[in-house]
């Protein structure tokens, strides 16, 4: 089954070599949607990006740890589009459907080679974005999940191919390289609190 991307968030913490997909999604009519620092990359780069905090209609709060932690983004992952109760939620809701999701984390493991202070590591634990990978990955059988930028090439490729749809194996095996991801990126993490309370 091929699904029609539409809708595309994007947040990227490494924003190298972007340019060519900002070129493919713009090709393909997709509407992109982001915040921080991915949007103002987006936007200097001269391509159409709509803020997360407007699509959302809520501002990001505690200082950036509350972004995407939103219904209107998880509801645009998650839902069934095959489930008739959960397309009449989403047009209840007026949710559109997110149908591509592009995330790389915070680079946690680079902090903790170059700090000792607890709170600066703890502080770039990403938390929305491995949320929205998970999200995204359950839901391959209606969702595109792409977690690094080595993968960029072989999205536009499955584009270019489909005509701005993606395969259903082309979203399995993302989904199985994401969730690969988020289990090694919690092993860093739970490596770096047995190391520092010496648990064995």
């Known amino acids: 089954m091929k699904i029609k991307i539409k809708n595309a968030l994007l947040s990227l913490n490494d924003k190298e070599n972007i340019i060519p997909l900002l070129k493919t ?81 915070y680079p946690f493991q680079k902090v903790v080679l170059n700090s000792k202070i607890s709170k600066q590591i703890i502080e770039s634990i990403d938390i929305g974005g491995p949320t929205m990978v998970r999200a995204a990955a359950k839901n391959f059988k209606n969702v595109t999940i792409i977690t690094g930028k080595n993968d960029y090439s072989n999205l536009i490729k499955e584009l270019e191919s489909n005509k701005g749809k993606t395969s259903l194996k082309f979203r399995e095996f993302m989904s199985s390289k994401a969730f690969g991801l988020t289990a090694y990126y919690d092993a860093m993490i739970a490596n770096w609190f047995n190391n520092k309370l010496n648990i064995k």
């Not at 699509?55 to 069934?80: C, N, S």
């Open 25 to 105: 999604l713009k090709k393909f009519n997709i509407r992109i949607i982001s915040s921080g620092g991915t949007f103002k990359t987006i936007k200097k780069l001269g391509y159409h990006c709509e803020e997360i905090s407007k699509y959302t209609g809520f501002k990001e709060m505690l200082g950036g740890r509350v972004k995407t932690l939103h219904p209107k983004i998880h509801a645009g992952i998650l839902h069934d589009r095959q489930n008739k109760t959960h397309r009449a939620e989403m047009s209840k809701k007026k949710f559109p459907s997110l149908d591509l999701i592009i995330v790389n984390f």
